[in-house]
């Protein structure tokens, strides 16, 4: 069964970082490219960045040079570093491999 599990939200002020992490059971993730999403408070949906099987990497414009999208493969985990922080980077934040998705995980910019 396969199972994809985020972590590292929290809250934390504008100008910070945070560095979630999506692992997997059941399936490994460097076979094919990873996405992280995120729903912002009464927004639709968007993409974050993705990381290919060939690793390489791709990042929205309005995050480019905040956030970076790595993998681990030892430890079957990618990594979403976010830093330079602002509030409107508020949102629910989700791991997606083909077509298994996490729960997601909170991520709160605020003072």
Not at 38 to 54: D, F, H, N, Q
Not at 65 to 88: C, H, P, W
Request: charged share 15%.
């Amino acid at each position: 069964q396969v199972q994809i599990v985020e972590s590292g939200g929290g809250l934390v002020q504008p100008g910070g970082s945070l560095r979630l992490s999506c692992t997997a059971s059941g399936v490994t993730l460097s076979t094919n490219a990873v996405t992280w999403y995120r729903v912002p408070p009464g927004k639709p949906r968007e993409l974050v960045a993705t990381i290919t099987r060939s690793a390489q990497t791709l990042v929205a414009d309005s995050m480019k040079g905040r956030f970076t999208i790595s993998r681990d493969n030892a430890n079957n985990t990618v990594y979403l570093q976010m830093d330079s922080l602002k509030t409107e980077d508020t949102a629910v934040y989700y791991c997606k491999h083909l077509q298994w998705w996490g729960q997601g995980t909170q991520v709160t910019v605020s003072s």
